[in-house]
């Protein structure tokens, strides 16, 4: 095998001082033929000799206590860690390590066999755990005991989901039911791990498989626990033919695959349950639950440590997400543009489509972004009270002061976008002095 010239400066480095070895996922991907995101080492060197090794280079310290050191070489970092095994710890929230001297007992505290890979160009490829057959046969085996690699390390239960979800890998049966086990071992994690890896997972090629999967393993429920309310829920509603939990798959499915759509997606309904009513006839109705589930989404999401960004974008299309059922005209669109942004609004038909390929009911999509583009245009998303003609100074010639002068900016920026007349500063001030005229009138009325 042949790397490029970092990763080969840095292996023949260690081999010349003592031992090192490529280690884990950059070796699976390039089994897969992917290019390695990122390098990491292995190797018996002294953590304070290491520094002195590459010490032409810019080295960081990121781990004394687990004898890690990181470079920077052109740019691009890369990390060296001492072989180390994991032992029992008496404080079950931190992980103590021993170090070893043989690169086996290191590979032995990874956690799936596809990780636990090991190359130089002497010993050539350590694969103890046949490693390169679970990658052939795409399977999601934990190295040993699968409970133990758990108990060590509680994140690893969505690590195997997210290699499910990304690479349309299946979970071996033995791994499968030790998460089945021990999935409370997630609620000992901290939610910017769980959010980051279920991030990769709603991402994932595989994605809605993997969810049915954690949703049957009962691990869903402790990343999001409101989303077992909708789990078989019966909608009994004409325009539906699937239940809650089913549509809601098939709302993600659809929907492009940019995170805040798949979580708007995720949690679209997820407070259907809470609001639900019944008419005479035995219809069910929702009314409220994108009010209600856009407040609800905020608090999952701050919950998984997501952006405010996030947080923000999600909450607007729930919001909304029943807008579009309704028959707007391109005036109101391009109004309901202004308010939320064309991004957001672009998003929000997408999650519309979505939804409605769920339904019974599907309606024509070509239409809808034909309208979305006219309404864009009569929205005119560049144009605000920023960007008038005249300015605040301008104004005050007219004798307004303060809270007066946006309110006279944002009757001129409705005149323009009703079409009454152009962002010129000639109809602007002819504008002003009509509404001037009227305030002089009503003064004179109230004098008489």
């Not at 979970?171 to 994690?189: D, F, M, P, V």
């Amino acid at each position: 095998m042949e790397f490029k010239n970092n990763v080969e400066l840095i292996l023949s480095s260690l081999n010349e001082n003592g031992e090192g070895f490529l280690v884990g996922g950059c070796l699976r991907d390039i089994f897969l033929n992917k290019e390695p995101k990122d390098y990491d080492f292995a190797t018996n060197i002294e953590y304070n000799k290491l520094k002195e090794i590459f010490n032409d280079f810019s080295v960081k310290e990121i781990g004394k206590a687990f004898g890690i050191i990181s470079l920077n070489i052109n740019g691009e970092n890369y990390e060296i860690a001492k072989y180390r095994k994991d032992i029992e710890s008496k404080n079950h929230y931190e992980t103590e390590i021993e170090f070893v001297k043989d690169i086996k007992e290191d590979l032995g505290r990874r956690d799936f066999t596809f990780n636990a890979f090991a190359y130089n160009h002497k010993e050539g490829l350590i694969d103890l755990y046949n490693g390169k057959e679970d990658l052939k046969n795409k399977k999601i085996r934990f190295i040993g005991n699968p409970e133990q690699r758990i108990l060590e390390d509680g994140l690893r239960i969505l690590r195997a989901f997210r290699f499910a979800s990304v690479l349309g890998f299946s979970i071996e049966k033995n791994t499968e039911e030790a998460i089945c086990l021990r999935k409370e071992e997630l609620k000992t994690i901290s939610k910017e791990r769980i959010g980051a890896e279920f991030n990769k997972i709603l991402l994932g090629q595989n994605c809605i498989e993997v969810l049915q999967q954690m949703k049957k393993t009962g691990v869903l429920e402790i990343v999001i626990p409101e989303i077992k309310e909708i789990y078989d829920y019966e909608q009994y509603n004409p325009h539906h033919d699937k239940n809650l939990w089913e549509h809601t798959l098939e709302v993600v499915k659809n929907v492009p695959n940019e995170l805040d759509l798949k979580y708007a997606a995720l949690l679209h309904d997820i407070s259907k349950p809470k609001t639900r009513t019944f008419d005479e006839k035995g219809i069910a109705h929702y009314y409220g639950h994108d009010k209600e589930g856009a407040l609800l989404s905020k608090n999952i999401l701050k919950n998984l440590r997501q952006t405010n960004k996030t947080i923000e974008t999600v909450s607007i299309l729930i919001d909304n997400h029943m807008l579009l059922h309704n028959d707007l005209s391109n005036r109101t669109m391009a109004k309901h543009i202004r308010k939320i942004g064309t991004e957001n609004f672009r998003k929000l038909i997408q999650l519309n489509i979505a939804d409605n390929d769920s339904k019974t009911e599907i309606k024509n999509k070509e239409g809808l972004m034909k309208r979305f583009e006219r309404a864009c245009e009569l929205a005119k998303p560049e144009l605000n009270v920023n960007t008038l003609a005249i300015d605040g100074f301008e104004i005050m010639k007219f004798g307004y002061r303060n809270k007066e002068i946006r309110e006279i900016k944002e009757t001129l920026l409705n005149a323009i976008l009703n079409n009454e007349l152009e962002n010129t500063k000639k109809d602007l001030i002819t504008k002003l002095e009509k509404i001037n005229l009227k305030k002089l009138n009503k003064s004179f009325e109230k004098v008489r």
